[in-house]
């Protein structure tokens, strides 16, 4: 992941070179491997460079094509030899091929030659991650544009006069006189767990630019264009057979893998593995299409969890069974790490700085672990398998279409298979069909009855927002792509890959989603629900397409890990001091927000001893998570504008052991 910024001075004003200057190298850990500052009247831009492919060894950015456009760029582009044949087909190939003698094109070379010859329509032409702008001189325009799914970072602040972007926030805020004024909105949606809007950010004076988005500036005006208008959920379904579908998807799969396997010559691709299905499979085919080589995996270990907290719906933390069924099969080096002592509070404000908003979830402490020990091990690109639930995810309403059309037997072996191997208790299951089959003027005081109250420790001027909050539409909860249409909707998912993609920035590797090639959503989306979820069993097109690779006790295995005993271990480790600080010394923001008796109720259900109230309160974990971190991040945010100091906790209390290689 490297680093890019810029400064646009609409009103005609120069450019700052200094301050152009401390927004590179404010953020100079995205790029050890090169800088550079290209300034121009009004305009600048700048650059710092993590040498991600082969192709980016020798690449200097900014980077212009000697015709008055100058590009930064942040990217990976995965089709550079379908650019190729269209470049050859307009006759700028061999121009091209020739600037960059004798080393081939970088990824951010693609770019901008697509860019003269399809203008602002290049993002469409683009497969990858990407986060660029473009200065085009002839038509005195600035074009910035961000990948559909969010993948790599853009920042920004327009106020009429000026533009400032950069791929992260802190950048911006080098220039003391923008305002960092907090929008208490962006808190409140965290609170009630509905997450920002894809745009909105902890400040009212930056956005985010949304993704499947660009950003045109030109003559003093800014115009945001949805680029990317693919609805899923409109995708014709596949006639084909299981066997060809995971057949077909097998094909795809080794494509979006072997496109991610680019790495510098001196480095190295990994994977993280859990040993779930989605980790399970990225393994076994990067295994397979490194052929001798040994590839390098990264696993954690939990000695310290509590087995008391664990849920009878989720398998045990210990996945080593699942770990060294793959061991025997490939030649993989194994890096584990062992969580212990504070967990997911240890270097709690490093952790807040890096990622300049309130942690995603208790576990983003693991990965500064996880990511630091690939880091150690050569590898600069880490494969994880986020995505994977989701784009194989179907609507929870799927299953009731044979019950509606009175196909018994069918529906009979669905509703057993959900009991039998997700764990879901027969009551829920039953609930859930009473409530499908009612009429319509039924099911809204029927969901009403059963449905939770308010989070009691909201302040009454919030609740209402939950009534408020961005769902899905309910037709989509009967798709065959409701997975993969929730990548296109709220901020989850955005928040959730700025979260692993600062996290890989801040080790020095970039983290890349084999699950989330645009080609792959396209297939998938196409496959009917039946071939992705049945009796309970879940993507079996994968399953199907893996099964010669993948160790049969993870082909079988239907249930995911929680990590509720770890998470809650490293809690007690802590001493709860975090979760008293917040009804004992609230933040006047989050004290303006919640109720501290009632947050102090709940931590008390949380943190009793009795494993069955602990068990019973385990749905406050994820609202206490929010209260601890959202009052930590308000209390530390004056320095996340500057260098980060060292911001480590007590000597001689280890969070982390890193043995060896395995």
Known sequence: MSAIAGIYRADGAPVDGGLLFKMREIVDYRGPDGAGIWIQGNVG??????????????????????????????????????????????RIWLELENRFAPY???????????YELWGEEVPNHLLGDFAFAIWDERNQKLFCARDPLGLKPFFYHWDGRRLLFGSEMKQIFQDASIPDQLNLTYFSDLLLMVYPDR???????????????????????????????????????????????????LSIFKKSISARLRVPPAFRAGSLLSGGLDSSSIVSVAATLQNEK?????????????PRYQSEMADPVDESPYQNSLFEKYSLESHKVAIQGWGSFENFEENLWYQETPLFCPTVAYFHFLFRTANQASVRVLFTGEGGDEVFGVGPCC???????????????????????LGIPLGNLVLFTLANLLPEWMKVPYRNF???????????????????????????????????????????????????????????????????????????????????????????????????????????????????????AGFENYGFRPFREIFENPHPHLDSMTNSEKVAGISRVYFSKDPLRSSSGREFLWPLWYLVSVDQWLKHRESFDRKLKEKNHEKGKNAAVFPAGV
């Open 294 to 306: 040994s590839f390098p995996v990264f696993t954690l270990h939990f000695p310290e969890a509590n």
């Open 104 to 114: 081939p094109p970088p990824d951010s070379a693609y770019i901008l030659w697509a």
């Open 45 to 90: 831009l700048a650059h710092r460079l993590l040498c991600t492919t082969e192709e980016s060894v020798y690449e200097k950015q900014p980077l212009t094509n000697g015709r008055g456009f100058w590009l930064t760029a942040d990217c990976r582009i995965d089709n550079r030899e379908e650019l190729r044949r269209e470049f050859e087909s307009c």
């Open 399 to 421: 299953f009731m279409e044979d019950l509606k059309k009175l196909r018994f037997i069918p529906f009979a072996r669905e509703f057993m298979g959900l009991r039998k191997n």
């Open 199 to 249: 745009t909105e950010t902890p400040y009212r004076t930056l956005q985010r630019l949304a993704p499947g988005h660009s950003l045109r500036i030109h003559a003093q005006k800014a115009d945001i264009n949805k680029y990317w208008n693919w609805n899923p959920g409109e995708e014709p379904l596949s006639r084909r057979t299981l066997d060809e579908n995971a057949e077909i998807f």
């Open 450 to 568: 059963f449905k939770k109250k308010p989070l009691g420790w909201l302040r009454p001027h919030l609740k209402h927002k939950i009534l408020l909050s961005s769902q899905r539409n309910k037709n989509l909860l009967a798709s065959s792509s409701y997975g993969i249409q929730g990548f296109f909707v709220g901020g989850y998912y955005p928040w959730l890959f700025e979260t692993l993609e600062r996290a890989g920035t801040y080790a020095g590797l970039e983290v890349r989603f084999p699950f989330l090639d645009l080609r792959l959503l396209r297939f998938l989306a196409s496959v009917p629900w039946k071939q992705k979820f049945r009796c309970g069993v879940k993507k079996l097109v994968l399953r199907r397409a893996l099964k010669e690779l993948l160790p049969p006790l993870i082909q079988n295995r239907f249930r995911k890990t929680e990590f509720t005993p770890a998470v809650r």
